[in-house]
Each structure stands twice: as structure tokens, then as C-alpha cells.
């Protein structure tokens, strides 16, 4: 605090920011410091240019609609099947032709139970299905 020689209007009160200061140029050093260590490379493998032109797939498979209604049953193409069955006729999909995928297009009802979606996409993920999409109707 400092006080003021010639007035009766008593002590004067001003903030000292030097300790202020300090704090802050410890904090950005602090930061400085330890900014370059958390800045870890990641590897992207980016793709290349070519000047061939690549022919489109021929005629791509029809997209697989699943779909899981509010009391848990699943359908395949509008055909009810049985969680069980799924990973089998996945892996028979992938195996027909395993360069040219159909899309497995997977529609759940709001009130569905997380657990069955859970157990249908693991049944594509052991059956290594790639392109799978996620639709609303």
C-alpha cells in the first residue's frame, strides 16, 4: 500500500501486478516449454497422382438393408432373421466377392435396444465387412 503525503483522504490503495507478472512469464515458459513435447508426428499416408484413369467397378452389388425394429427383431432385406444367422450370411457376402462388397446399410429404430446394434456390428466386423453406412427412415 502506499500512502500520500498532503491529504487527509487517507491511505491510497493501488495493485501491485508485479507478482502479477511473475506468474504469468513462469506460466509461459512453463507452456513454451512444454508445447514441442506434446506435439507428437502422426504418419498419413496420403494418395498419390496418377495419370491413369482407373475403371469404376462394374456394376456395384446391391446395398444389404438391415433393419432393427423397436422389439429387437432384425431383418435382412425385409426378410426377419436371427442375430445368430448374421455373421454366416455376412461372411457369405464378403466371400462372393470379397474386392466389390455390397454396403451393409444398417436402420434401427429409435427405441431398439443398443445391445442388438452392438451385436450386429460385431457379427460385420468378424465377418470383415468394410463398407457399412448407417441410414434413417
Known amino acids: 500500500m502506499a500512502f500520500s503525503k498532503g491529504s487527509n483522504a487517507g491511505a491510497m490503495a493501488d495493485i501491485n ?3 502479477l507478472v511473475d506468474v504469468l512469464l513462469v506460466l509461459l515458459i512453463i507452456f ?32 444389404i438393408k438391415l433393419r432393427i425394429d423397436a422389439s ?5 432385406n425385409d426378410a426377419p432373421v436371427q442375430t445368430s444367422e448374421l ?3 455376412m461372411t457369405e457376402e464378403v466371400q462372393r466377392d470379397p474386392g466389390n462388397q455390397p454396403e451393409l446399410q444398417i436402420d434401427t429404430n429409435e427405441s431398439a435396444q443398443y445391445g442388438i446394434l452392438a ?18 427412415n
Open 17 to 19: 501486478v508485479t507478482p
Open 32 to 63: 513454451m516449454v512444454t508445447m514441442p513435447i506434446q506435439s507428437i508426428p502422426v504418419d498419413v499416408d496420403l494418395p498419390q497422382r496418377t495419370d491413369q484413369q482407373t475403371d469404376p467397378p462394374p456394376n456395384p452389388p446391391d446395398p
Open 72 to 76: 429387437g427383431q432384425v431383418f435382412w
Open 87 to 89: 455373421e454366416t450370411k
Open 119 to 136: 451385436k450386429v456390428l460385431a457379427a460385420a466386423k468378424n465377418a470383415q465387412m468394410v463398407k457399412i453406412g448407417f441410414v434413417q
